[in-house]
């Protein structure tokens, strides 16, 4: 996951909070699934003069949504119930750093929101890839191995973006201080059974 320079690492030992209980961990997931679709809309929603950015954050909303109903697929398999929509207290601040850093004019607002979402994406990726390469259940580390390489293409389709529509922005610029925030964020999580927890 170097690629996407993150700071801080996963500790592995996280898989073991998660082994705790699987239920909340897919339930976390397919709630995560369904707030990264929607994120996609709302690009769509406010940025519709972009006809390549709307394809291509259509294409994204509908896969997201897929991963949501495959989760919710194995929570019933396995007898469990999808729980209420939690609170991903590791996005609201991200989503927070957004806000406070956007100039106000709309390109920034899209390489925000962009550099946001790439953020969430790389962060996923990382720990899908712990968690394939460190659950002892076979079938969720095959699953999770699987969705790891869909979220790569996914930061690699926001990372794009921001830098074919950041005129005027040093998006290379802009993306370390997102990895530095980020770093400094993660660090007080890893901690439970969620996926950004």
């Keep these: 996951m170097s690629t996407f320079r993150l700071q ?9 909070i998660v082994e705790s209980n699987i239920e909340e961990i897919l339930t976390d997931h397919a709630w995560c699934e369904q707030k990264a679709a929607s994120n996609a809309i709302t690009l769509v929603t406010i940025n519709n003069e972009f006809p390549d950015l709307v394809t291509d954050m259509l294409a994204l909303a509908k896969e997201e949504i897929e991963h949501f109903e495959r989760v919710h697929e194995i929570i019933k398999q ?7 929509e ?30 946001f979402s790439a953020m969430i994406e790389a962060r996923s990726c990382e720990r899908f890839k712990v968690l394939s390469q460190n659950i002892k259940d076979p079938e969720l580390a095959e699953f999770y191995r699987e969705l ?8 690699t389709t926001f990372i794009g973006y921001a830098r074919k529509y950041g005129t005027g922005i040093d998006v290379e610029k802009r993306w370390r201080e997102w990895l530095d925030f980020e770093a400094s964020v993660i660090a007080r999580y890893g901690k439970s059974e969620t996926i950004h927890g």
Excluded: C, F, I
Excluded at 78 to 84: A, I, V
């Design 8 to 16: 801080l690492p996963t500790d592995p030992r996280w898989v073991n």
């Design 78 to 84: 396995r007898g469990y119930k999808l729980g209420r």
């Design 86 to 115: 939690r609170k991903d207290e590791y996005v609201g601040e991200l989503a927070q750093y957004m806000k406070r850093n956007s100039n106000g004019s709309r390109v920034s607002g899209l390489v925000e929101r962009l550099l």
């Design 148 to 155: 790891m390489e869909s979220e790569a293409g996914h930061y």
